[in-house]
């Protein structure tokens, strides 16, 4: 990265959010940010037509516009600027809405630290200097198995695959449950979990070594199991080699599934969490607990590190 500092457009109304957020970027250095605020949508346009913003973090409810329809004029306005969205203590949807309509990242006042936010500034502008998908490209790794006529794959990645040496998490599951995933892998990513799913696979790599290695490599296996998932030859290869390779195991039901036989052996003994018979709230808690500790938010890890 460049040694010139980011500068960042913070378009938020509460005042206290606004000092909470220049405190943060203070403290990870200052020299490394330049933030300027904007109370409302209109005075942040403005600036943005000035040129020379290399983030926005926008607040979604503004004295001037109020909800997706905020981030949607500033697209329009500036379709090149990455955006994070700040979101309500309890907008955990609406964040993944905001990231579906077009926004790099989301973060929830209340949980936010200053790590928190370097991070997914800095994460947001990696993003956005990504060239566009092709169509080859979003066709890597696709699965055999995936239904005629489907087109998962046309749901963004929500972030990049982790590609450093420290622990991380190896998620499996079938392309044609994408839409459903992808929700979930953002949620852990927001948690600090680091993880590595198959967006990091290189449009010439060979996709059974590039699987083979990440899983290999990874520190546990994360399995995202339905009836996609189960007619799957690239699922059951992911999961029988993990198995073998002792990798320790949580599998997520997103539906009700009835496993093969085998494949029911061998996962007989991991633990399982069945997201469809329990609340949001409670199983993310049980996500979180089963995974372990060193891929999940402690002091120092970071998703986003390569190192």
């Given amino acids: 990265m460049s040694d010139e500092p980011i500068r960042v457009l913070l378009i ?33 346009l403005d600036r943005l037509a000035m040129g020379d913003v290399d983030v926005v973090l926008l607040d979604l409810g503004l004295p001037d516009s109020h909800g997706l329809g905020t981030l949607e004029v500033l697209r329009t306005r500036a379709p090149d600027t990455p955006t994070v969205v700040l979101t309500g203590f309890d907008d955990d949807e609406l964040g993944r809405e905001a990231v579906q309509a077009g926004a790099q990242d989301y973060l929830l006042k209340g949980q936010v630290d200053g790590r928190l936010l370097v991070r997914a500034i800095r ?23 995936q239904p005629e006529g489907s087109d998962p794959t046309a749901v963004s ?31 852990l990513h927001q948690q600090a979990c680091r993880i590595w799913y198959d967006e990091g696979i290189a449009p010439t ?42 990798k320790p195991f949580l599998a997520v039901y ?39 500790r060193d891929v999940v938010g402690t002091a120092g890890s970071d998703p986003g590190s390569t190192s």
């Avoid at 005042?15 to 940010?33: K, N, S, T």
């Avoid at 060239?131 to 080859?136: G, I, L, S």
């Avoid at 982790?162 to 892998?185: I, M, R």
Wanted: glycine content about 6%.
């Fill in 123 to 145: 994460y947001a502008i990696a993003r956005s200097r990504r060239p566009h998908q092709t169509e080859a490209t979003r066709q890597r790794g696709e699965r055999a198995t």
């Fill in 157 to 187: 990645a929500p972030f990049e695959a982790y590609d450093g040496d420290k622990p991380f998490l190896f998620a499996s599951y079938a392309h044609a449950d994408t839409p459903a995933v992808y929700p979930e892998l953002l949620y």
């Fill in 205 to 246: 790599s060979k996709w059974p070594d590039e699987i083979a290695r990440a899983i290999l490599k990874s520190s546990s296996f994360l399995v995202f199991l339905s009836p996609n998932a189960v007619q799957s030859q690239n699922v059951l290869n992911e999961i029988n080699f993990a198995i073998r390779r002792r």
């Fill in 254 to 292: 997103l539906t009700e599934t009835e496993l093969p036989d085998g494949l029911d052996l061998m996962t007989g003994i991991v633990q399982a969490v069945h997201k469809h018979r329990m609340s949001k709230k409670r199983y993310r808690r049980l996500l979180l607990s089963g995974l372990p």
């Fill in 12 to 44: 938020e109304d509460n005042p206290g959010d606004a000092r909470f957020v220049r405190v943060c970027l203070d403290g990870a250095g200052g020299a490394q940010f330049v933030l300027e605020h904007a109370t409302r949508l209109a005075s942040g």
